[in-house]
């Protein structure tokens, strides 16, 4: 018979994390914070160069990891300069992972409107990338109408069976697993097949995470932080997702058909102190607390 320890240390085996090429530059050694073969997400921000996303893939496939870097479809401005940074990816840091996403801008900078129309081009299967993140949006988007989110899914679900794509979602960060296991039941039933990465909002102060919970836009699970927020002396409280990581792996031990299999972490308070967090979970570190949840040994 398994214990709760167990149920969270099984759902947290399969991790990665996410850098920024800003963030990257503050690491001297991704050796020394992570694991061997470790996943890695590099951020393409808009306004910023796509060579700096490519660069900080360089330095973590040279330290032993597996680097994910996003691809902006708004932010692009032809096929050509698609095709170019793929193939740089591939040749510079031996990419076989690409996370493709609509982009945080308003309107296209050129010939790419959503992640489905980089995917339609065939260019990342032609340069032999054939895992390939897309987003998801367990409290919907800001940006895009609930009609809309489901046309995509059906379209994602549709395209990685009909080009033997290995597709799975990323999903935007979260604070309720109660949220995200109603919406991946609502999506199965609806006919979804890809696998699905969590995001997760790694350790960090009340102040942080309702920072970029306002930047983010995401949904109702923001009262969550907001109402913590509110407490002037608890905003330099560090929080811990540790509620949310308990509530996932219990739906996921009580449910085998559910798509959930990985986590996602957003290093807002730092990415060592997020790793090392991430990597205590998936060990089973962990102490469980009288209230509900649990705590690494650092923070027990």
């Not at 947290?12 to 073969?37: D, R």
């Not at 890695?40 to 893939?57: C, E, I, R, S, Y």
């Not at 032993?64 to 793929?86: E, F, T, W």
């Amino acid at each position: 018979m398994t214990t709760l320890i167990d149920d969270i240390a099984k759902a947290g085996q399969n991790w990665s994390i996410e850098v920024t090429p800003p963030g990257a530059g503050k690491i001297e050694s991704f050796a020394e914070v992570l694991a061997e073969g470790t996943t890695v997400n590099v951020t393409f921000l808009p306004g910023t160069d796509p060579k700096d996303t490519v660069d900080v893939a360089v330095r973590l496939r040279e330290d032993g990891m597996n680097p994910v870097p996003h691809i902006a479809a708004r932010s692009l401005q032809s096929k050509d300069q698609l095709d170019g940074l793929l193939a740089d990816m591939v040749n510079r840091a031996r990419v076989e992972e690409v996370l493709v996403i609509g982009g945080g801008v308003d309107h296209p900078v050129g010939d790419f409107a959503s992640s489905m129309d980089v995917l339609e081009t065939g260019l990342i299967q032609k340069h032999g990338i054939r895992k390939i993140g897309v987003s998801g949006h367990p409290e919907g988007s800001p940006d895009i109408n609930t009609d809309e989110l489901a046309h995509a899914l059906e379209w994602k679900n549709n395209f990685a069976k009909t080009e033997g794509l290995d597709l799975y979602i990323e999903t935007q960060f979260c604070f309720e697993a109660d949220a995200v296991v109603a919406w991946e039941k609502s999506i199965r039933a609806a006919g979804n097949t890809l696998p699905i990465r969590i995001g997760i909002p790694g350790p960090a102060t009340i102040k942080t995470l309702f920072r970029f919970a306002q930047i983010s836009g995401i949904g109702p699970s923001m009262r969550v932080i907001a109402k913590q927020a509110k407490n002037v002396t608890k905003l330099l409280t560090v929080q811990s997702p540790h509620l949310l990581l308990t509530g996932l792996a219990e739906a996921m031990a009580a449910d085998p058909e559910s798509r959930i299999a990985h986590f996602h972490y957003y290093p807002f308070g730092g990415f060592a102190r997020t790793s090392r967090w991430a990597s205590a979970v998936a060990s089973g570190n962990i102490e469980l607390l009288p209230k509900g949840g649990f705590a690494v040994p650092e923070e027990a």
